[in-house]
């Protein structure tokens, strides 16, 4: 037989599990044995309960958070392709717009969304605003990259055969642009993702009520902290699904020809 | 099954010499040539042999037209025509799109200039692949294919073209031995009749597969005298006459 460690489902799926069951026993064994209070920290058994007792109210606060985060991703996704696109249609639109995307992305989401609270009045809005503004940056700059680096030897070829700018585009530049175009994808879902999150506590704190982190931040003040666990469980969940849905997606488009997704022969 | 592609390959198609005069071309600040004169005989294969970086691939794609001939460069076609749309060019690198199978790789030419792709383009294009050996990988991806299967694709979508010029820069270099010796064999067969301009640091390659032979050296370089071997190509790797032309080649290229 062979041994354990060299089986590929055990290293990339039991291993993972196995360390997260034993991280998970020792937290419970260790909250029960020390007595800790479940509002200072709650074993995992206190936060599953509560999570199935609030199962109703946090879902409804999850599918905000949700609503939110897919319409920053869409927008983000649109928007920055398009951009792109601009981009490398003109130098002298990348280098006027360029600068603006920059300062759009070093700016903390955190310190600009109370101001785009303020100014938007519908909150969904306001919150969306904010999440795709820091989400669109990685689909802006990785989509132009790809669509710029298109091997000169390909290029040529195209060129030789009297391509036009529409031939070019679809056969050579939207293809090798893909890869870049993708791994932009996963970055900017996580972020839409973050961005919602952030946008919800800087809405909450103003006391205008929406998704997940509010329901955290109201169970920080109710000292819930099994309900605050609960809720954390709930984004750090849909980050994860997110995640496997783009690396899916990015398996699905490129498995058959790029290098970062074909399997490596040992 | 070479037959389905034959008659395609030796259509009528007037072979069609070509002259480079007076060219000159500065790379960088350097002149890699000034005043150059070279021809290619029509319907022949013309081994351009010479060092790295002497300008071997400039001048090919001055050629091509993927570079821009500075004054007073001529470029003449035999037959008073124009070079554009008449040349092929094959490169050292594959140059096949790693999205699309061997079979979409081939048809890339007709479709990017807009051409209908009926059922007989397609045969043909099959019928090449089956010349080159591989009519049993039509759907196979880049990835899936070996170096010198990549150059086999790479050969039957040159032979695609069907243009009356082919210019190929060092197409087999990249290979073992073996191989190499394989799809020279190969590509002399199905390039038969054509005008092909190949550039090479392999003497014993220019040797098998040219009618002519030249030298390229020298700052700003020069093109030396033909050496035209005997026989027909592809000719054998093992010929004494070939081996002693080589050392001849050889010589010239270390002076």
């Avoid at chain 1, 928007?79 to 603006?100: H, M």
């Avoid at chain 2, 002497?54 to 090919?60: A, D, H, M, S």
């Avoid at chain 2, 007073?72 to 594959?94: C, F, N, S």
């Amino acid at each position: 037989m062979r041994p354990l460690i060299r089986n590929e489902w055990f290293v990339r799926v039991a291993a993972p599990l196995l360390v997260g069951a034993l991280v998970l026993a020792v937290w419970q064994l260790a909250c029960q044995t020390y007595e800790v209070p479940a509002y200072l920290f709650p074993t995992p058994t206190d936060i599953a309960a509560k999570l199935a007792s609030d199962l109703p109210g946090l879902l409804g606060a999850l599918w905000s958070t949700l609503k939110v985060t897919f319409m920053a991703f869409a927008i983000a996704v649109i928007a920055g392709t398009a951009l792109a696109f601009l981009f490398t249609q003109s130098r002298i639109i990348e280098f006027s717009l360029l600068p603006y995307a920059v300062i759009l992305q070093v700016t903390p989401i955190a310190a600009v969304a109370p101001l785009i609270i303020i100014l938007v009045k519908d909150t969904t809005a306001a919150l969306t605003i904010c999440a795709a503004v820091i989400a669109i940056f990685p689909i802006i700059s990785n989509t132009t990259i790809g669509l710029k680096s298109v091997d000169p030897s390909l290029a040529n070829y195209f060129r030789m055969n009297k391509a036009g700018r529409l031939q070019t585009l679809v056969r050579l530049r939207i293809p090798s642009a893909l890869p870049f175009f993708l791994a932009g994808l996963r970055i900017s879902s996580g972020l839409a993702l973050i961005g919602a999150v952030v946008a919800e506590f800087v809405a909450g704190t103003g006391g205008r009520s929406a998704g997940l982190a509010y329901e955290i931040l109201q169970s920080s003040f109710q000292l819930d902290i099994p309900r605050m666990f609960a809720a954390l469980f709930l984004i750090t969940a849909t980050g994860v699904i997110l995640f496997l849905a783009m690396a899916g997606l990015s398996n699905l488009l490129l498995g058959h020809w790029h290098e970062s997704a074909l399997k490596v022969e040992q | 099954m070479h037959d389905l592609v034959r008659p395609t390959l030796s259509a009528p198609i007037p072979s069609i010499g070509v002259r480079i005069e007076g060219a000159r071309l500065t790379y960088g600040g350097v002149r890699l040539f000034d005043g150059l004169d070279f021809a290619l005989e029509g319907g022949r294969c013309t081994c351009l042999l010479g060092p790295s970086g002497v300008g071997k691939t400039t001048l090919l794609r001055l050629i091509a037209g993927l570079a821009d001939p500075e004054p007073p460069t001529k470029l003449i076609a035999e037959d008073g025509g124009p070079l554009e749309g008449r040349v092929a060019y094959m490169a050292q690198q594959d140059l096949l799109l790693p999205w699309l199978g061997a079979l979409d790789n081939v048809l890339l030419g007709p479709r990017l200039r807009g051409e209908a792709i009926g059922a007989a383009v397609v045969d043909r294009a099959r019928g090449l692949l089956d010349a080159v050996g591989l009519g049993d990988r039509l759907r196979a991806r880049p990835s899936e294919l070996s170096g010198g299967m990549r150059q086999r694709v790479a050969l039957a979508r040159t032979l695609m073209e069907d243009r009356p010029i082919v210019l190929m820069d060092e197409p087999f270099s990249a290979l073992d031995a073996i191989t190499r010796l394989r799809l020279q064999e190969m590509a002399a067969r199905l390039l038969a009749g054509k005008t092909v301009l190949l550039v090479t640091h392999d003497p014993l390659e220019a040797l098998r597969i040219g009618h002519r032979i030249h030298v390229m050296a020298g700052q700003p370089a020069e093109i030396g005298p033909a050496i035209s071997p005997e026989g027909t190509p592809p000719r054998p790797p093992d010929d004494p006459a070939l081996l002693a032309r080589q050392a001849e080649l050889l010589r010239r290229l270390a002076s």
